[in-house]
Structures are given as C-alpha cells and as structure tokens.
C-alpha cells in the first residue's frame, strides 16, 4: 500500500495538499530507518496541519472562508488515516469539534439575527427561512458542548421571532377588565429599582442600530441580548421596543450593566412616556399567570 503524506498550499493557508510519501533511497528494508523516517513525517504533518487548522479557524470565526463544513470534514478525514500516534490524533479531534462547535455556533447566531431583522421588518418568508436555517447550526452546537446559555438564547430568538409574526395574525381582543387598567406612571414609581422581571414573551429591541431582543423587562428597564456596539456603562441613548415594528414605543435609557462576551446589556428607563409602562404593564397582565417572572 503507498503511504500518504501532507504538504502546505501555498495558495491558501486554510487547506494541506496530501502527497505521496516514498521511503529514501535505501532504507526500504530496514525498519529502524523506516520508522525514523516515519517520526520526522509525522513531526512535519503535524506542523502542517496544525497551521492549517489555525487559519481555518481564524477565517471561519471572522466569516471570511467559504464551505467551512467540507474543509472541516478534510481535517476528520486526514486523522482517519494518518500515523500518528493516538496522542497527537486526540487533542485534534477535540480541537476540531471546537472549531465545529463555535462555527455552527457563529452560523445559527447570523441566521437567527437576520430572523429578528426580518420579524423586524414584517418579513416573514425571510424570517421563518433563516429560523429553519439555524436550526441545525443550533443542534450540532449543543451536541458539541456550547453550552445552556446559547441554547437558551437561541431559543428565545426564536420564540421572538414567531411571537413577533404570530401578533400580526392575531386580533387583539383581549378584554381589559376595569380593576385591572393598567396605571404606568404610578406603577413605575412604585416600582423604580424593586421590579419583578419578566423574561416571556421575549420582545424586538432597537437600539444604536441595531435589532436585539429582550433579556427580561420590568416597569424599570430592559435586559438586551445580542448587542455589540460601542455603548458603555453610563452611556445614555435613545431606542424602541416592542412586539412588531408598527407597535414599537420609544424610551429614553441609560446603560446600566454590560457583559460583552454574553452580548448583554441592562438599560434602566429614565424618561419614559406613559406608553412605555403601559406596553409592559399589558404584557405583564396577560402573561404572568404562565410562570413567566425571574427573580430579581
């Protein structure tokens, strides 16, 4: 059987060239020759590969590279045949699942914010299409270990979406009993920095052009999940939420809390209209009963 090897494409960084790989000159039949000459490869494969594997990580993560799956799959396949010894092939194989696990990742995460722009904008053939093109972008993540947060974010992008267009198809008849109408401004002082917080259903979020959803929402503020922007703590800006574009209401906020590796930020309310406290004080009528409430 002839034996393969790897060599470097110099015209892209991202991929190894398999070659054939002929024992020197000599040494076919002698084994301990064989074997050393077997070791130099495998140190040389490796660096090859290992390069290789590096870029295309960098590239797939800064979504400069094309058919990630198929060069992910010629990684898997090269360990399926190589010599290397199981101690190299294992952190490899882990290596890729990473690479894997955070490009799905990163793929479910675009198409499900191209769902929120879209619900934004009342399209719903272009959101229910990017919803169905995350979704095993979403389910090879979790297989691979993304973890709850992800998950559980995804899944509330989701549920925004569909809560999003299922409003436009749904004629608001709910009935507003008399000992139940809703007071905003005397709610909101009541409540100023002690809210219960209400994570269902998520809402659409505008803010520093972008479209987000909500974390969780009280009579105080707002919990925003996606947002990459250059908005500090302490910053003050102007945005909208809502439930669908046309019914989105506009608040005025001061950045409370920021986490950038979850893409969180808390927004606290500081001049807002009676229509702010009454969007929310509905929702809050019509969906507490569903166990909905955090803690906080």
Known sequence: MMLHTITSDYDDPCRFIMVPATPEPGTENDAEALAAQQAERNKRELRIYDNALAATRQSALAGTLGAEVDRIQNFK?????????????????????SLERDWSAKMADEHLNTALRAAFDEDRALAMRHIAASKPFVTKAVMLGIGERFADVAARKTSVVEFTLSVKDTDDTRVKPPDLVARPVDL??????????YRSPALLAYLDGQVLMTEDYSMGGLGLVGYDGALDVGAEATMSFGRTKSELVTVEVNIRRKFKDSQFVGVQ????????????????????????????
Do not use: M
């Open 188 to 197: 909101a002082k009541s409540n100023r920095r002690t809210e219960q917080r």
């Open 77 to 97: 396949d090269y360990l399926r045949i190589c010599k290397w010894p199981k101690t190299d092939i294992d952190p490899r194989r882990e290596a890729l699942d």
């Open 269 to 296: 309310f500081t001049r807002a209209k009676p229509a702010v406290y009454t969007l929310i004080a509905d929702l809050i009528r019509n969906f507490a009963r569903r166990g909905t409430r955090v803690a906080g």
